[in-house]
């Protein structure tokens, strides 16, 4: 292998400055509030309503999950009143994450205060935290601003539907229920659970966060083993919907130690890039182990990856756009992979 294949198996692109400030400010707010600092509460509320970039915000987001829920929601009800539209969303957006019996009890005492805006505000959280709001949603559509009790009214109109499409118990999030609000998992107890034996999938240097995280969110509903981070650890927690609470996400340094990795584990390393050795989607021989690696959105993969893989697909594309949304494209790829199982299980005819 050449030097500058030998490189590009060991190297990593650098982040673009602001990118990078913000990387390291996330991963600083997750080791806060994995160690449990003073303060770090405040900290993340504080990124998760004010910060620009993503990366920071979605770290402060799931940590809050995991907060005393007294303190988060006593820091979030303010924000509801704000003059700035963005604050205001961002706080509808966590309350209904956090102990609905907390955000009800708490918010129960605020809205005699609260302004007008505040209580519109309100009715979207209480009709976005379910059953357990619907008390304080009927207070709110006797209000004697009809925008408000229309707003609860709508709220209300929400939850009957509701009963009626999903006869939901008290217990249902903690059940690990995803098609209830607020949408998505929470952690499980004690951590992941063992997951059975699959394929796993590798991201190379993506260069947006949401893609990883729709990428995490994917894999776990195809039941893959796991997914590799490979060069940064740089995703946008919350487009997860919390499946990586479910699913171990690793990060590895470089290409180089990814194909390690996978020998060392038994995987086979499927590269997913078009170009002109690979085969199409629907023709490919799936090997028995997979580790699917798709690479980044604008460059792909390392010529020198291509070479080490052991096969390498592409998927067809019918229209004028030459190419797929990267988390897309592995979103496919893993339900392919699927199908190859499923059409080898089909008994002979």
């Known amino acids: 292998m ?48 004010h910060a620009d970039h993503p990366f920071p915000r979605g770290e402060a987001r799931i940590a809050l999950q995991v907060a005393p829920a007294p303190d988060v929601v ?11 539209r ?32 505040g209580k519109r505000a309100a009715c ?49 999030k903690e059940e690990g229920r995803s098609d209830l609000r607020p949408f998505g998992l929470g952690p499980p107890p004690g951590g992941p659970p063992a997951r059975p034996r699959s394929f796993a ?42 499946s990586d609470w479910w699913i171990p996400v690793e990060l590895i340094d470089s290409p180089q130690a990814c194909l390690d990795r996978a020998r060392a584990e038994g995987f086979q390393v499927v590269a997913l890039q078009q170009g002109p050795g ?8 799936w090997p028995e182990r997979p580790l699917i690696v798709a690479g980044n959105e604008g460059d792909g993969l390392p010529d020198a990856f291509l070479r080490a893989c052991d096969l390498q697909v592409a998927l067809p594309v019918y229209g004028r756009i030459d190419s797929l949304n990267v988390a897309v494209a592995a979103s496919v790829a893993m339900y392919a992979y699927r199908a190859s199982l499923a059409a080898a299980r089909q008994p002979a005819r």
């Open 86 to 117: 963005r604050l205001r969303r961002r706080a509808m957006t966590l309350l209904p994450r956090l102990d609905a019996a907390e955000v009800v009890r708490q918010m129960g005492d605020w809205l005699p205060g609260a302004s007008a805006q």
């Open 278 to 285: 690979a085969a199409p989607l629907f023709e490919a021989r």
């Open 74 to 84: 006593a820091a979030l009800l303010g924000p509801l009143t704000s003059e700035h």
């Open 201 to 242: 999938v590798a991201a190379f240097n993506f260069s947006y966060g949401v893609n990883l995280g729709v990428l995490i969110r994917s894999a776990e509903a195809a039941g893959a083993e796991a997914v590799w981070i490979v060069g940064r650890d740089f995703y946008y927690r919350p487009s997860t919907k919390g």
């Open 124 to 172: 979207v959280v209480l009709a976005a935290v379910g059953e357990p709001g619907a008390g304080l949603l009927g207070a709110l559509a006797r209000d004697a601003d009809p925008a408000i009790a229309r707003r609860a009214e709508r709220g209300l109109a929400l939850l009957r539907e509701r009963r009626l499409e999903t006869p939901a118990t008290p217990a249902a």
């Open 2 to 49: 050449s030097d500058s294949g030998a490189s590009a198996l060991h190297r990593i692109p650098p982040l673009a400055p602001a990118d990078a400030e913000a990387h390291a400010a996330g991963l600083a707010l997750r080791a806060r509030a994995a160690a449990g600092d003073d303060g770090w509460v405040e900290a993340a509320v504080d990124a998760a309503l």
